[in-house]
């Protein structure tokens, strides 16, 4: 979908119409890792787990603590 390298379902949720997931993808790649840049992408996904729709939701470098904070 993306053509990047998924790292992780971060969340995966029950609708009433579907699906809604999570994913950390990364979107550079650097060395070393933790400068890595990676985004959350949230989709939504029907009953047959066809794509609704996405979006980036968030983007972040690898190091950066997770404080329950949108950036």
Known sequence: ??????????????????????LEVVEVSRIPESTDVLASYEMELDDDR????????RRYHRSQADRGEQA
């Open 1 to 22: 979908m993306l053509d990047r390298t998924v790292e992780s379902v971060s969340s995966f949720e029950r609708t009433r119409d579907g699906w809604i997931v999570t």
């Open 50 to 57: 066809n794509l609704r729709r996405y979006a980036q939701v």
